[in-house]
């Protein structure tokens, strides 16, 4: 069961939708043969979610809407209704809006509105979810050579494609965080100006960006729970893509943030920045299905997911883990060895891990006594820090139960 709840939420960085979108503009740039393609686009942008799926806007007028579906059926009927509601929509502001129909089934007898793609020199009006990604990249590829040669002599049209998803990631974050914060008569509408795009492809970049690994790191996330979701009951599949769902809304800070702090014991860099020793460690895939999600599935009672955080409120404040080695010696000295873990999760009463059962911290980690000074970013708080650090128990599953499924 795929974990996709609401369209936005589907596309934040992993499905079709926003990846044809974004091929859409960049077709449309790769059209224009001028000079001086910022002024030329200055105000063009692409709008998801509000008119269709994703309309491509110069202004406040709509140059065409984008519909996307995904379905596995190739019977033309099942998409009537959907293309009716576009036909509609092309209309409804007293002026005609070129509509598009986006389909990854090879559907029989397609509509004169499915869009047409060329794969392998074959014209045809569906895209399966296999081959967008190779269609984006060859645009990319082509906007590069014209507009910075540089990078498509470097190879890096794979780079600029995470760069790309990460615009749209930040974008689903940004909607989300309004949708929650703002009545609906006070929303503005949300874009993606095409010069926003273009500045990135021209901006000269690495092989390997940290946008690239965080990118990568959630669709590996994606991929991990639709594994889970596979030998789970619908009622726990809910639970986890509820869970899951508010994970990938946030923004890279604070993605990078929840990945350190639900494993306080692995070393690692204070700030948003993931190093590839980083990249490897965080979200484990054994720990993660293991000890984290069997938590998450196992625990009754609902969570409260703040920022970065996965916290059971009953008077004490837990964190859900990753941590599944039986050492607590061990892990607790990690834990209080770890500037993240001593800035971050502090204000944690317990971590729930897989097999600990401490009274706290500090006396599992009785020889811990100070904590270097260049280990910690704030100094002058460092004593506070850790004095509630170390006053933090660890329970495992079991007794997570006994506590929290009342």
Excluded at 144 to 149: D, F, K, S
Aim: hydrophobic share 35%; net charge negative; glycine share 2%.
């Amino acid at each position: 069961m795929p974990i996709y709840f609401d369209a936005t939420f589907s596309w934040s960085g992993y499905s079709y939708q926003g990846k044809v979108g974004m091929f859409i503009v960049l077709k449309k740039l790769n059209e224009y043969n001028g000079n001086n393609i910022e002024n030329n686009f200055i105000d063009w942008s692409i709008e998801f979610e509000w008119l269709e799926d994703f309309s491509i806007k110069q202004g406040n007028t709509y140059q065409s809407l984008h519909q996307v579906k995904t379905l596995a059926s190739t019977n033309i009927n099942s998409y009537t209704n959907a293309i009716q509601q576009t036909l509609t929509n092309s209309n409804i502001l007293g002026y005609h809006i070129s509509p598009y129909f986006h389909v990854s089934s090879n559907v029989l007898n397609p509509h004169n509105i499915f869009y047409s793609y060329t794969i392998n020199n074959i014209n045809q009006q569906f895209c399966p979810l296999n081959e967008i990604d190779n269609l984006l990249k060859n645009e990319i590829k082509d906007f590069l050579e014209i507009h910075n040669p540089a990078d498509y002599n470097g190879n890096c049209e794979d780079t600029h494609f995470f760069k790309l998803l990460a615009i749209i990631d930040n974008h689903v974050s940004i909607r989300h965080q309004n949708i929650q914060n703002n009545p609906p008569t006070t929303r503005i509408i949300e874009t993606i100006n095409f010069t926003e795009i273009i500045n990135s492809l021209k901006t000269n970049s690495g092989q390997f960006t940290n946008e690239r690994m965080i990118y990568e790191k959630r669709e590996y996330l994606v991929r991990l729970v639709d594994e889970i979701c596979q030998d789970i009951d619908s009622d726990l599949q809910d639970k986890i893509n509820i869970f899951t769902r508010d994970v990938l809304d946030l923004n890279n800070d604070s993605f990078v943030k929840f990945s350190k702090s639900i494993f306080p014991h692995i070393k690692s860099l204070f700030d948003a920045k993931l190093t590839i020793e980083d990249f490897q460690n965080f979200l484990h895939r054994d720990n993660m299905i293991d000890v984290f999600f069997k938590i998450i599935q196992e625990i009754q009672k609902d969570g409260n997911f703040q920022e970065y955080k996965y916290l059971y409120d009953n008077e004490d404040k837990y964190l859900v883990t990753g941590i599944s080695s039986s050492n607590g010696k061990r892990i607790a000295k990690a834990i209080l060895e770890n500037p993240f873990a001593v800035e971050d999760l502090f204000e944690m009463d317990c971590f729930i891990t897989g097999s600990i059962l401490v009274d706290s911290i500090e006396s599992e980690a009785q020889n811990i006594n100070e904590i270097r000074d260049e280990e910690l970013l704030i100094p002058e708080r460092k004593e506070e820090k850790i004095t509630e650090l170390k006053k933090v128990r660890m329970i495992n599953i079991i007794e997570a139960k006994r506590i929290l499924n009342d």
